[in-house]
T-cell receptor
Framework: GENVEQHPSTLSVQEGDSAVIKCTYS??????FPWYKQELGKRPQLIID?????GEKKDQRIAVTLNKTAKHFSLHITETQPEDSAVYFC????????????FGTGTRLTVIP | GAVVSQHPSRVICKSGTSVKIECRSL??????MFWYRQFPKKSLMLMAT?????????EQGVEKDKFLINHASLTLSTLTVTSAHPEDSSFYIC??????????FGSGTRLTVV
């Protein structure tokens, strides 16, 4: 099965700085990679996703890069704000059939005002 | 679109009793739903895959007799925690895969067994 590893587990940055979270996956058949933001006791919220046919995707201050050869993908948040503080999860899934998401272990991001 | 409604959001029950958690897809049909469990400060762990009209597929280590899953219609999946014990206290959350391969999550249920 798929194994998704995520680093770092905690990350503190000053407001305005950038934050980078990295994930690796093991199953080369995985081709859908979403990132979720989860606040305490709430449902995960999709913030950005990328499919294996592209290498990079950007949405305002958030970007994701994918290296299929190395089987790793990263989340980049620029100009961080205190409201970006949350736990972020990466995930991987296969496109065919009804496949569940395999989640990384999460990164607790703290943006210091 | 693609909203999953999960109830209850919080439940406290006594040891030995059973608790039912419901997940409904409000504006789409979900032939498959996934049930996750999340311990404090931990990641979401898949418990089972719920398939409409057939038996659920459980992950290794998940007791199917303890965590009963029913997916009787295209819009409703239920998870029943039977004979609950304090170690079953956790955050349970469902998700459904939508037609564009995106996943939408329920709001979660915090179960506390006392």
């Amino acid at each position: 099965g798929e194994n998704v590893e995520q680093h770092p587990s905690t990350l503190s940055v000053q407001e305005g700085d950038s934050a980078v979270i990295k994930c690796t996956y093991s199953d080369s058949a995985s081709n859908y990679f979403p990132w979720y933001k989860q606040e305490l006791g709430k449902r995960p919220q999709l913030i950005i996703d990328i499919r294996s046919n592209v290498g990079e995707k950007k949405d305002q201050r958030i970007a994701v890069t994918l290296n299929k050869t190395a089987k790793h993908f990263s989340l980049h948040i620029t100009e961080t704000q205190p409201e970006d503080s949350a736990v972020y999860f990466c995930a991987a899934s296969k496109q065919t059939g009804a496949n569940n998401l395999f989640f990384g272990t999460g990164t607790r991001l703290t943006v210091i005002p | 679109g693609a909203v999953v409604s999960q109830h209850p959001s919080r439940v406290i029950c006594k040891s030995g009793t059973s608790v039912k958690i419901e997940c409904r897809s409000l504006d789409f049909q979900a032939t498959t739903m996934f049930w996750y469990r999340q311990f404090p400060k931990k990641s979401l762990m898949l418990m089972a895959t719920s398939n409409e009209g057939s038996k659920a597929t459980y992950e290794q280590g998940v007791e199917k007799d303890k965590f009963l899953i029913n997916h009787a219609s295209l819009t409703l999946s239920t998870l029943t925690v039977t004979s609950a014990h304090p170690e079953d206290s956790s955050f349970y959350i469902c998700s459904a895969e939508t037609s564009n391969y995106g996943y939408t999550f329920g709001s979660g249920t915090r179960l506390t067994v006392v």
